[in-house]
Each structure stands twice: as C-alpha cells, then as structure tokens.
C-alpha cells in the first residue's frame, strides 16, 4: 500500500517528505527510552568548532589510522570550552577520498579534560557523521535515528551538529556543516 504525501505548491515533494518526517519524530519523541545524557537530552542543534591539523586528519584514510590530536571549541549559555580531544577516521565507504570529501570522524573525549559542566562529559568515542554529497543526507540520517529511538531503547542515539573544520596549520575554516 503506497501513501502519497499531499504537498503545497511552495513545498517541494522531497522537503515535505523530510518535513513530515520531522514532524512525526518530534511528536513521538515523549515515548523515547534510554540510557540519558545531557548531550542527549536536547534536540537543538549543538554547534561547535573542530580546531587541530585537520588537512593531515583529513587525508589519512588508512584502514589503521592513527589518532591525531585536536580541540574541540563551543559557547553554552554561561560558558566557553575548550576541549582537547583526539580523532581520527572511520569508516569504509565515505572514508574513501573518492566518495566524501570529508571522512567520518570518530571522536576520543578523555575524562580527565572534559569539564564536568560540558555537554560533552562522561562521553568516551563518538562517531560525527560528515556531510558526503550533500548536508541533506546527513540531516535525514539523523532523523532515522531518532525514529528508531523510538522503536528501541537499544540503538545509537543522536544530535545533529553543525561542525567548523578550522586547519590550525593552514589557519583556513569552513563554513558550518551538519554533522
């Protein structure tokens, strides 16, 4: 049985699939279980700055790669951070250069440099799911997540991010991407 999603002219028929999508997350998202964390706890949208060597993170794509130190910066309502982190690439598919532009990242927080007061603290390894062809992709990602939130309390759980890539040796950033 197929449904068609009744669109007006100023939506176009894929946004409106995204729309509905979120719209129906948003409204179950009450029944939502699992293990809490203050990451977690909020859907808004938690951006950050990533700052290290990232032009030499970036192009080693390796099976094996080796973490690189890095910093991970943001602004909460009463605080700055600045968190010393290590990264490094994950991945098959969008690891491959040929693919993504960008690898996926997995991110190393230590307990002992991860302020208490930090949205980051107790985390151990993330994974930051990078744009590959298109931010779009990324942002529906995170949506099926948050469905199959909804249907088990035994899956990953997820916030979109918009990422900085600042090079501290090119000193050159990019401009926000959803991660």
């Known amino acids: 049985m197929k449904f068609k999603l009744t669109t007006f002219s100023f939506i176009p028929l894929k946004n409106a699939k995204l729309a509905f999508l979120f719209v129906?997350?948003?409204?179950?998202?009450g029944s939502s279980s699992g293990q809490s964390s203050?990451?977690?706890?909020s859907d808004e949208i938690l951006e950050f700055t990533l700052y290290g060597d990232l032009n030499t993170v970036f192009k080693d794509r390796r099976d094996e790669?080796?973490?690189?130190?890095c910093?991970?910066?943001?602004?909460?309502?009463?605080?700055?951070?600045?968190?010393?982190?290590?990264?490094?690439t994950r991945g098959h598919f969008r690891k491959i250069s040929s693919n993504c532009k960008?690898?996926?990242?997995?991110l190393?927080?230590?307990k002992s440099t991860t302020p208490e007061e930090s949205v980051f603290y107790g985390q151990d390894k993330m994974k930051l799911v990078t744009p590959c062809r298109s931010e779009?992709?990324?942002?529906q990602e995170y949506l099926v997540y948050k469905l199959y939130n909804l249907v088990t309390p035994k899956s990953l759980r997820a916030r979109l991010v918009k990422v900085i890539y600042q090079d501290s040796v090119k000193?050159?950033?990019?401009?926000?991407?959803?991660g």
Do not use: G
Request: glycine share 0%; charged share 15%; with cysteine.
């Open 38 to 41: 203050i990451l977690f706890d």
């Open 102 to 106: 960008y690898p996926p990242i997995l």
């Open 71 to 88: 910093k991970v910066q943001y602004k909460s309502e009463n605080n700055s951070f600045t968190i010393p982190i290590k990264i490094k």
């Open 24 to 29: 129906v997350c948003s409204f179950l998202m």
């Open 136 to 139: 779009e992709f990324v942002v």
């Open 171 to 178: 000193n050159k950033s990019t401009d926000p991407l959803y």
């Open 108 to 110: 190393n927080f230590a």
């Open 65 to 69: 790669s080796p973490y690189h130190t």
